[in-house]
């Protein structure tokens, strides 16, 4: 089976603007999770999909944004975009009950200037 | 709230020499779960092991083995005969029971990470 892919692999923007990252789990994975990493903050879960549906949240501010689709497939999207948003962004995929293991993708690495 | 700690930061071998990355936990669900990952330079998060809070029988795969004491909330990892590839950041993670309600769906609380170096 292909493993988690994420697009784009490195993106610089400029403060103010917006972004979207895009996560496509593992085939028969309905459950996609993202988190940030941060040298300071380390790994830090933004929030969970599951069938289309937020199911889970983490203490982020409410300019990051995510969706699935119909397919599993994930977006994350950071609006106004600030310095301190500069982070590799990892997605996971799991079937989505509590006890199955999450398989990551490579990361996105967004740098903010 | 659940928390994950990996007091060690740093960690230097030389090849060859047994490693072994601590972890410990708090968590006041009865049922959870218990992960390591390892981090190389590429970025990806490679899973290693999952554990359950009901199995704390110990585990050996090739040169490494887990370590699971409920009573002491630790989840030690053991790298036996390092060698160079397994340079990387290792990271111990906690989900809790999804039953206990949507605060738990889809989260892992990580540790810092423990970096370790194998020099040749």
């Known amino acids: 089976k292909a493993g988690v892919t994420q697009t784009p692999r490195y993106l610089i923007k400029t403060r103010g603007q917006q972004v979207t990252l895009s996560c496509s789990p593992i085939?028969?994975?309905?459950?996609v999770s993202w988190y940030q990493q941060t040298p300071g903050q380390g790994l830090q879960f933004l929030f969970e999909?599951?069938?289309?549906?937020?199911?889970n949240k983490g203490n982020f501010p409410g300019r990051f944004s995510g969706r699935q689709f119909s397919n599993s497939r994930s977006e994350m999207n950071v609006s106004t975009l600030e310095l301190g948003d500069s982070a590799l962004y990892l997605c996971?995929?799991?079937?989505?009950?509590?006890?199955?293991?999450?398989?990551f993708g490579p990361g996105t690495r967004l740098t903010v200037l | 709230a659940q928390k994950v700690t990996q007091a060690q930061t740093e960690i230097s071998v030389v090849e060859k020499e047994d490693v072994t990355l601590d972890c410990v936990y708090e968590?006041?669900?009865?049922?959870?779960?218990l992960f390591w990952y390892k981090q190389p330079p590429s970025g990806e998060l490679v899973f290693l092991i999952r554990?359950?809070?009901?199995?704390?029988q110990n585990e050996i795969s090739g040169r490494y083995s887990w370590n699971f004491q409920k009573s002491t909330s630790s989840f030690n990892f053991t790298i036996t005969a390092s060698q160079v590839v397994d340079s990387a950041v290792y990271f111990c993670?906690?989900?809790?029971?999804?039953?206990?309600?949507?605060?738990?769906?889809?989260?892992?609380?990580f540790g810092q990470g423990t970096i370790l170096t194998v020099h040749p």
């Open positions: 996971a995929s799991s079937l989505g009950r509590g006890r199955d293991t999450q398989y």
């Open positions: 085939s028969g994975h309905r459950s």
């Open positions: 999909y599951f069938s289309e549906t937020q199911r």
């Open positions: 968590t006041r669900d009865t049922t959870y779960y």
């Open positions: 554990r359950n809070s009901f199995d704390e």
């Open positions: 993670a906690l989900s809790e029971n999804s039953n206990a309600g949507g605060t738990s769906y889809g989260k892992l609380t």
